[in-house]
């Protein structure tokens, strides 16, 4: 059947009364319908003001040369990696909440793919910048694939970790954007048949001719269903592939055999928290409040919980296999870690990745927007670190005392940092102007069954156990978008 | 003659839509098909589908992906300029698998989303062919040819009668063309 009734004590995905399936359609589409408010502009000056900063930085790069860059001959790999790994942890999320949470099952996550899935989108775009920027002369990116060529020809070393990135990374993309377009062509149909004139003819091309026919349902969830399947191993391979690029070198402190799952779980840590600093803000501006609920903000949260403890089980498991190896150079690069120069970015990755998280135990914190705000860009900041300390501190310490360096950032270093963020915000803030932030085809598969007015109706009904009522009703109490009032009667 | 090319029932809930699908096949009218918002889970066998066959086709397409790039790596490495790497073997394959892996997954979403798209008949500036424009916003559209199909009163109580909220008698197949 088109609908069925769920279980009373499971939490609504959507909130509100008199939700209807135009209004849903209203509600998603005002900002793309609308001019933008005043956040929007604001935001979108500061970010492209960053954006232009990176272009700036960039071009200088391009220019000078990577000796513009703080790099030395010891420290050969700093912000540009970090930035890099940082970039594409972030991007795990969206994979994750698309792929992996359709796999299980998790309707929740109906409401947030759209978004989840751009933004990873657009980190793995300001990752791959790092990429080329790091080259030096990005020209010679051509020579990173097996193309004929006049030395030899010369193939790329397939035994290379590097290599495989670059196959890793250029799949991942690629696949993503498949699956972001193939989910959007529904919503973008929707925009095409309500708008008019110019807008009406660039939704229309956009729109591949999309009908909802029941053929092309049908195909589109089999096509939705095996993009999900392939990209839960293709998501881990990628993280599995990044990790590989320091773990299967000879460096202590990243000849490491746990660093596979212990990045990957820190890219999802990572990605989580930057789907709340972007959700939080959007569900407030956007006036998303009955589709992104505090129950989407919770489970995100305590997904938080998981992979930030995941993390932190992998930082002290790290500490103690160095100790236990008994190779005096692991031994060492692990103690000068916490107690070397670094020590200030070592303990700030410390208490950003492993104590913060566990303050979202308290489930008061756990549901208020401020707190998860705040904590995001706290586990934002220090999952940076996290990448920091391990490319730098295990650099900076060479096997020869007289190579032994510190690593200071230039101008140029700080501003393709600050500016790869105000790309990536500008993609952002764009995506939510011309693109339906929350997938509109899969909320409406929500509201017949789980959504706040037809449990009400459920309720009201009487079929229900009244335990259960009961225990329903106190897990509406976190909602900052239900009016406990219309439960007292009841 | 009536001018009438196509009846539209209408429908803002997607059970009534089904009951209606139920009401007209137990009248024996023929649907040409049904346009909705959002998926309709069980619309395929009550309209006679056959499952998709796209599985198929990804799974031949991520053997392609595998096979094609594993050739790649093996003339690359093996055949055409092996390299000696500390006295390692040069047909190293468990260095292989990542690529192999990553090959296999690009083909298969590529070639499947490709098929999708070329059976649908969907691509970039393709004049969309619909019937009711609320078809994508919040009405679950039953489309009866009406050629041979008389009378359309008939049509048109059954349609009411299962709940339909509107119903659209159409000279033209699609709305959308000017």
């Known amino acids: 059947m088109a609908s069925h009734k769920e279980s009373i004590i499971r939490e609504p995905l959507i909130t509100g009364k008199d939700i209807t399936y135009a209004k849903i359609t209203n509600d998603i589409l005002r900002p793309v319908e609308n001019m933008p408010g005043k956040a929007w502009w604001i935001g979108f000056i500061i970010s492209s003001l960053g954006a232009l900063l990176w272009v700036f930085a960039v071009s200088y790069t391009f220019w000078y040369g990577i000796g513009s860059w703080g790099l030395n001959k010891t420290v050969g790999w700093a912000w540009d990696i970090t930035g890099f790994v940082w970039w594409v942890g972030i991007g795990h999320a969206g994979t994750l909440i698309s792929a992996v949470l359709l796999l299980f099952r998790q309707n929740w996550r109906n409401s947030i793919n759209r978004s989840a899935e751009a933004m990873t989108i657009f980190a793995v775009i300001c990752a791959a910048t790092y990429i080329v920027a790091h080259m030096g002369r990005p020209w010679m990116a051509v020579y990173s694939l097996p193309l004929p060529n006049q030395y030899g020809s010369l193939w790329v070393n397939f035994n290379s970790p590097l290599i495989w990135d670059v196959f890793a990374i250029s799949t991942y993309f690629s696949v993503s954007l498949v699956f972001w377009y193939t989910g959007l062509l529904p919503d973008i149909a929707a925009i095409r048949d309500r708008a008019t004139g110019l807008r009406q003819k660039i939704y229309s091309v956009c729109s591949f001719g999309w009908t909802g026919s029941v053929k092309t349902w049908q195909r589109f969830e089999t096509v939705s269903l095996i993009l999900a399947g392939i990209s839960t191993p293709l998501v881990l391979s990628v993280h599995t592939i990044v990790s590989m690029d320091f773990a299967t070198s000879l460096e202590p402190g990243w000849h490491t055999t746990i660093f596979p799952p212990y990045f990957v779980a820190g890219a999802i840590f990572s990605g989580f928290a930057m789907v709340q600093t972007l959700l939080l803000v959007a569900r407030k501006v956007l006036a998303l409040e009955n589709y992104i609920t505090m129950f989407h903000i919770e489970s995100m949260n305590k997904i938080i919980i998981l992979t930030g403890s995941i993390v932190g089980v992998a930082y002290l498991t790290e500490f103690f296999i160095a100790w236990y190896s008994g190779v005096e150079y692991e031994q060492y690069a692990f103690i000068n870690r916490a107690t070397g120069p670094y020590w200030w970015a070592y303990w700030t990755m410390m208490s950003c990745n492993v104590i913060s998280p566990q303050l979202l135990w308290v489930s008061k914190w756990r549901r208020s927007v401020t707190f998860s705000w705040v904590l995001s860009i706290v586990v934002n900041i220090g999952m940076w670190f996290e990448r920091f300390v391990i490319i730098v501190t295990s650099l900076h310490r060479d096997y020869i005392p007289s190579s032994w360096a510190m690593f200071y950032p230039t101008w140029v270093d700080v501003s393709i940092f600050i500016g790869s963020i105000g790309v990536f915000f500008t993609l952002f803030l764009l995506f939510i102007r011309v693109l339906p932030s929350v997938a509109m085809a899969e909320v409406k598969l929500l509201l017949k069954g789980s959504s706040e007015q037809a449990k009400m109706k459920q309720i009201l009904d009487g079929h229900e156990k009244p335990a259960e009522v009961g225990f329903y009703k106190e897990s509406l109490n976190k909602f900052d978008s239900v009016e406990m009032a219309d439960y007292e009667k009841i | 003659m009536s001018s009438t090319k196509f009846i539209l029932g209408l429908f803002d809930d997607p059970d009534d839509m089904m009951h209606g699908i139920d009401k007209l096949q137990k009248n024996s009218v023929p649907i040409y098909d049904v346009y909705t918002p959002m998926p309709i889970h069980g619309i395929e066998a009550k309209l006679g589908i056959k499952p998709s066959r796209l599985g198929y086709a990804a799974f031949m397409f991520g ?101 339909a909220v509107e119903i659209k008698h159409n000279d033209r197949k699609y709305v959308s063309y000017e």
């Open chain 2, 63 to 163: 053997c392609l992906g595998g096979t094609v790039v594993f050739t790649i790596i093996y003339f690359t490495m093996v055949h055409d300029w092996p390299m000696n790497i500390g006295g390692k073997p040069n047909f190293a394959v468990p260095d292989f698998v990542p690529i192999t892996f990553e090959w296999t997954v690009l083909y298969t979403a590529f070639g499947m989303v490709a098929t999708f798209f070329y059976a649908t008949h969907l691509f970039p500036g393709r004049t969309p062919r619909v019937m009711d424009f609320r078809a994508t916003d919040d009405r679950f559209v039953i489309a009866i040819d009406a050629k041979g199909n008389i009378p359309h009163a008939d049509i048109t109580n059954i349609l009411k009668d299962a709940g």
